[in-house]
């Protein structure tokens, strides 16, 4: 095997493997001067090596070979990597040569030994430096220490693990790695350079040009309204309902060749609009909203319309007489007679036309009043039926209260001990290390039918001393209807209990509750303090596959409260105290 000759396998910085040709080597060490995970170039062995020399892992040269129980060789940091998660794996390079079961090898950290052997037998070999530009030549024992200080060897740029020689560093950061900061000339956001094309491709402000009408300079954020309202080549039809669609700069043309036609249309549409709120007024009824907006709507359209077309009128007439007062003198008046004749023509349609309009106003305007009359009645009516959905509201919440604590009686225990079920362990571990929900309560127990009432409280990440690496259990007392009868503080002893499903090996913890502490006084409020293990049970033991604590997303908790002794407080004869007896 020729390593001059074949692609070579090396690590980048996130330490996984990757293919290069021979003049593009990954970088040796990272920004602050930390070598990368692997073994050596086998380009620094210009005739070659024996593949014994070679990682398993990697595929390199060995660096600091460990050899394991099966024979196979690997760098002291693969060795490290693959058993980072687990004690004892699976030989990788026995897996690759598909050896039978029971010839398969065992990694682990205790069985894997240094190689001296080999680390002799490599040490007087000859080696060259493979940095670009550099000419070192020597034995391989003094490769290392020649590689850290090669002046010419590569860093990976800690922003964007690109290779850079050493000491261009601070020209590649300022001008040609690819996440570097910079700024939008346009905008001035701050971005890596990778994304500076994408956002040019969406900037707000970034300065466009109308392919309509060829205005540039606009900003993309105003291209839009450019477009619909102020383009000049903008396509629009006839505010009148004309079927034909023409461009902006062409509507003074298209009203001057239709004004007749646009008048008759608009005092028609006036005239049914009036008739038809008339109508309603006279047969009594009330408009509903969903058909008074749209009646406002129209009437406001056509006002506008009506202003609309008294501006293009006053338009036309001054440009025709502009027009004519650059004409020779003859035509000039009579170009102006023909003006003030057109205008007096005009006059008397538009005045009809705010006539119509005014009364169609003031007839809606009674429609509204007698709207928001019936407004007012079904106003009052919607607020006595919320007060009734209130009330059914807090009568459901009293019969689920019912419910619960129906069930809650149903699934207690009075003989001292309580079997929980935790099911969706993992949600709520999440919960817990995202902060949402930090513990769960078991439900409530009790020593006897008339004794101490206890629950179970649980931390999945843990709390106190053990918050992100245990489980926490603790014992809490609650308050009683019967506490006034029983011993404080209490003092028997508490047994908890993590179930192994597989029924091997259960974690057990116990103790004898400490008289002066609060945790175990009689309860002023609902529950005293928690006590109990917040060293419980690691989080790492929890996953293990050689026990069932966790097992379908669920566990099992028991508590056993010891209640020797409290026969004569939870079992009392009710006729003892009839007859006076002590």
Known sequence: MNGCQAKTKAYNLAGKAVTVDNMALPPVFSESGERQTGGYFRL????????????????????????????????????????ITNAIVDCPACLEEQVDEHEMGQLSMNEMFPDNAVKREMSNMQVCC???????????KDYESH??????????????????TDGQLEEHRLHSCLQRDVACDYCNTHLVYSRLQSHLETCSQVLMTCDKC????????????????????????????????????????????????????????LVGLENKVEQTLGAGTIIPQSQLTPIMEDIKNLEKKVQNFERQIQQLIQSKSSAVGGAAGDNSMSAEVAAKASLKLVEPILGVIHNEVDTAIHALQTLEGHYRQQQAQLDEIENQFRIQQQQIQLKDAAFADLEMRLAAQEMARHDGTILWKVSGFEAKKRDAISGQTTSLYSPAFYSGPCGYKMCARIYP?????????????????????????LPWPFSQKVTLMMIDQNHKEHIVDAFKPDPSSSSFKRPTTEMNIASGCPLFL????????????????????????DTDGLDRYTEMNPGRFATGYP
């Open 130 to 140: 493979v940095f670009p530009g550099c000419n070192w030549k020597g034995r391989f």
């Open 214 to 269: 060829g205005r540039s300079g606009i900003r993309r954020e105003l291209l839009s309204s450019h477009l619909e309202e102020s383009c000049p080549k903008r396509i629009v039809s006839c505010p009148v309902g004309c079927v034909d669609k023409f461009q902006q700069d062409k509507f003074s043309a298209h009203l001057s060749e239709l004004l007749a036609e646009h008048l008759e249309w608009t005092v028609t549409k």
């Open 538 to 561: 690691p989080l790492e033991k929890l996953q293990s596959r050689q026990h069932g604590y966790l097992r379908d997303d669920t566990i099992f908790v028991k508590i056993i409260v």
């Open 44 to 83: 620094i062995l210009p005739a070659g090596c024996d593949p014994k020399f070679l990682c398993k892992h990697c595929g390199l040269i060995l660096r600091d070979p460990i050899q394991s129980q099966c024979g196979h060789r690997f760098c002291r940091s693969c060795r490290d990597e693959i058993l």
């Open 147 to 164: 590689e850290r200080n090669c002046q010419f060897k590569q860093l990976a740029c800690a922003l964007c693990s690109q290779p850079v």
């Open 461 to 485: 990440n843990g709390d106190g001393i053990g918050k992100n690496s245990h489980i926490s259990l603790f014992f809490v007392i609650m308050r009683g209807h019967f506490d006034a009868l």
